[in-house]
């Protein structure tokens, strides 16, 4: 009987976690011109976003700390994606292609809690034309993963994804 009201009680925690936890929102989107007649990219600068987990291990009566550092830097990830899709990154603009070069700018822009302790955060994207400066596309998408390196990695993903699907 103690084994039967034990499963029954993990099932309703399991299923109690699953309600709490809702859906990432869908990315918002702004698309005012076509980003395919621009060929080059100017991204601009960011900083790596750092995580570090602890994890404690108990083995009889010792105990021991292993730490787990990931990293991610929005430029280059914004950068291999744009690769990918055929854009040539500049290190500078240059005047004689400034018709055809766009500026990428990258921000946090929001955190979302999601119940029991969790939270997504928000990345936004702007596509801006160097020769106007007017915004070609822009793009707003949350991320939820197991550090804030994996959260930010995957909101600038679905946000590119969403733009340029």
Do not use: H, W
């Not at 702007?126 to 007017?134: T, W, Y």
């Amino acid at each position: 009987m103690k084994i039967f009201i034990r499963i029954i009680a993990i099932i309703i925690v399991f299923q109690s976690c699953k309600i709490l936890k809702p859906a990432l929102l869908p990315p918002t989107v702004k698309v005012n011109a076509l980003i395919t007649d621009y060929k080059y990219v100017l991204i601009s600068n960011s900083s790596d976003k750092n995580s570090n987990t602890n994890i404690l291990y108990k083995s009889g009566n010792n105990i021991s700390n292993t730490s787990i550092s990931q990293n991610a830097n929005p430029k280059d990830i914004i950068s291999g994606f744009l690769l990918k899709k055929g854009f040539i990154i500049l290190p500078e603009t240059k005047d004689n292609l400034l018709d055809k070069t766009l500026i990428v700018n990258y921000g946090e822009s929001g955190k979302r809690m999601t119940g029991l302790g969790g939270y997504t955060l928000e990345a936004t994207i702007s596509f801006v034309s160097a020769k106007s400066f007017n915004v070609v596309a822009s793009c707003s998408a949350e991320g939820q993963g197991s550090s804030e390196s994996d959260d930010i990695r995957l909101a600038i993903t679905r946000c590119l994804n969403a733009i340029f699907q």
